[in-house]
């Protein structure tokens, strides 16, 4: 099976822009989970999607959006960038929320803001 | 609200020496726990989960950790490090009413000197 895709890899954006970021989960897959990493605030929980319903959110401004589709595709929104928002953003799959949570993470976007 | 904590975030070791990193929780329901290798420019990648049953649990490239709820502990460890464990390690915790949240620590990066 492939893995779980991240596009685009690399993103550079200037500040008061948005960005939208797209995951593809690995096939059969439902719940997609959305994290940022940044070097000081380490790995933080965003959102998670589960049939196209959101079922968790963390700690961020709501500048920050997702959604998922029918297809278990998600794509994830950051409005009115800020410079605190360079971050890698991985999402993760799971087959379902069931099952002993195991995640598959992609291998990230790179966000840069100037 | 549970908690990770990674003692140490830079573990240096001999190739062939001991590896030992230390991650301790706190949580107020028996939690999943789990230990993630990132290695640069890479997404996480699963290197073992406990979720229930035996408390000495067995992943990938040699890698086990033991859950010790009296100790709120699940220390990882390799018996011989190889030049190829260098990597960053996260230690996290899903709570099993959070779906597919993952708590994750600060992280520990393992330097393997020759």
């Known amino acids: 099976k492939a893995g779980v895709t991240q596009t685009p890899r690399y993103l550079i954006k200037t500040r008061g822009q948005q960005v939208t970021l797209s995951c593809s989960p690995i096939?059969?897959?439902?719940?997609v989970s959305w994290y940022q990493q940044t070097p000081g605030q380490g790995l933080q929980f965003l959102f998670e999607?589960?049939?196209?319903?959101?079922?968790n959110k963390g700690n961020f401004p709501g500048r920050f959006s997702g959604r998922q589709f029918s297809n278990s595709r998600s794509e994830m929104n950051v409005s009115t960038l800020e410079l605190g928002d360079s971050a890698l953003y991985l999402c993760?799959?799971?087959?379902?929320?069931?099952?002993?949570?195991?995640?598959?993470f992609g291998p990230g976007t790179r966000l840069t803001v100037t | 609200a549970q908690s990770v904590t990674q003692l140490g975030s830079h573990v240096s070791v001999s190739e062939g020496a001991l590896v030992l990193l230390r991650c301790n929780y706190s949580s107020s329901v028996p939690p999943y726990l789990f230990w993630y290798v990132q290695y640069p420019n890479q997404g996480l990648q699963l290197l073992l989960k406990y979720t229930t049953g035996a408390t000495l649990v067995k992943g990938i490239n040699g890698f086990e950790a033991e859950f010790k709820k009296s100790e709120t502990s699940f220390h990882l460890t390799k018996p011989s490090a190889h030049m190829s464990d260098a990597a960053e390690y996260f230690c996290?915790?899903?709570?099993?009413?959070?779906?597919?949240?993952?708590?994750f620590g600060g992280g520990t990066r393992l330097m393997v000197k020759p």
């Open positions: 999607y589960f049939s196209e319903t959101q079922r």
């Open positions: 993760a799959s799971s087959p379902d929320r069931a099952t002993p949570h195991e995640q598959y």
């Open positions: 996290a915790v899903i709570v099993n009413n959070a779906g597919n949240m993952l708590t």
């Open positions: 096939s059969g897959h439902r719940s």
